[in-house]
């Protein structure tokens, strides 16, 4: 059975990572400098894994608290993933319209496009698990 330390523990632990490898994935590529798709690219990756990290770190050490009121606890948490799914498929429409436009304010936008896409498609992916677990997590 889940419980709903188990889905908090596995949340951060996850986000952290993602946000570890789209920092060095981003490091990377702009070390490589390919262009401006590639910087693009580069750019949104390091951008959204600075900000998840920060995400992550946040709800390792909310975590550590104990937890009055599981049944609330874990009702809250659900509507927070629910509600950032929610925001993850408004990333996607966003980063796909800026891989469709293909420029903003003369500058390239498809590197930056393709990855927004990819960020908000993981965390879409991410937060609709981890909702879903809760939902039938022991309360």
């Known amino acids: 059975m889940t419980t709903l330390e188990q889905v908090r523990h596995d949340l951060t632990r996850t986000l952290a990572a993602w946000s570890v490898a789209s920092l060095a994935g981003g490091a990377v590529l702009a ?7 590639a910087a693009g690219f580069a750019r949104q990756s390091v951008a959204w894994g ?6 992550a770190a946040s709800g390792a050490v909310g975590a550590r608290g104990g937890v009055q ?5 874990t009702v809250s948490l659900r509507r927070l993933l629910l509600l950032n799914a929610a925001l993850d498929v408004g990333y996607v429409v966003v980063g796909a319209a800026l ?8 500058r390239d936008s498809v590197g930056d496009g393709a990855a927004v896409v990819v960020q908000g498609a993981f965390l879409l992916a991410l937060d609709l698990s981890h909702a879903a677990r809760l939902r039938t997590t022991a309360l």
């Not at 070390?31 to 798709?37: C, E, K, L, N």
Request: charged letters at 40%.
């Open 69 to 73: 009121d599981r049944r609330a606890e």
């Open 99 to 106: 891989v469709r436009a293909r420029t903003v304010r003369g």
């Open 31 to 37: 070390a490589r400098r390919g262009g401006p798709r």
């Open 50 to 55: 600075a900000i998840d990290l920060a995400i």
